[in-house]
């Protein structure tokens, strides 16, 4: 009877201990997942996922890889701001066709006519000629100043009507608002030149000066 309850104790220690030993196994496998993530961490983050120091260094040995591609790059020749700025800011100048045909005073046409002694209409655009400074009618300083412009803006039409007329751009910054400033040419004299010789005009300094006195 003692061997039969003996066994009997034994059988109920057993049972009760085998839960124990199955509750024990749950932090082994919390420590072995933590220990997993610690060394996926380590070694640069979950597969798929890229962090910042990893997009770093893949695309500094990218660079590295690809030696021909950066000496090509170096290879062009690079353009300073100035130079850019200087193309930037002298756009070409448009070529405008000959014309032989009349011309007007501007009151009574809108284009191929003559709005001063120094400006005309040409091809739709308002042209400033480059070379020669003439007397002003609207913004006159005088009476004098006036009259003078009225005699050179109609002797630039009689020039014109001469035949043949052709344009050559300059550059540089007109005097008037909105007027491109060219040689004026007729037979491949400057009619500019031909104003200044009647003593209707004078050659151009840069600015325009006065014909008072």
């Known amino acids: 009877m003692a061997k039969t309850a003996g066994r009997r104790k034994k059988r109920a220690g057993s049972k009760r201990a085998a839960p124990a030993r199955r509750g024990g ?5 919390l420590l072995g997942a933590a220990m997993v993530g610690g060394i996926l961490y380590m070694d640069g983050g979950l597969p798929g996922s890229e962090t910042p120091a990893t997009g770093i260094r893949t695309a500094s040995i990218e660079r590295r890889a690809k030696p021909a591609d950066r000496e090509a790059a170096l290879a062009l020749p690079k353009r300073r701001p100035a130079e850019k700025a200087v193309e930037q800011a002298l756009p070409m100048p448009e070529k405008l066709p000959a014309f032989s045909g009349k011309w007007f005073i501007c009151t009574t046409q809108t284009d191929y006519c ?3 002694g120094s400006t005309i209409l040409y091809a739709g655009r308002k042209v400033r000629l480059a070379d020669v400074d003439t007397p002003a009618i609207a913004g006159a300083r005088c009476d004098a100043e006036r009259l003078r412009g009225g005699d050179a803006k109609l002797r630039l039409r009689e020039i014109l009507n001469e035949g043949d007329v052709t344009l050559v751009a300059k550059g540089g910054a007109s005097a008037k608002a909105g007027a491109a400033p060219h040689l004026v040419l007729r037979g491949g004299r400057s009619i500019g ?5 009647e003593g209707l005009a004078r050659p151009w300094t840069g ?3 006065s014909w008072c006195g």
Do not use: S
């Open 25 to 29: 196994m749950a932090p082994w496998y």
């Open 193 to 197: 030149g031909r104003l200044v010789g």
């Open 207 to 209: 600015k325009h000066q």
């Open 114 to 116: 003559v709005l001063d």
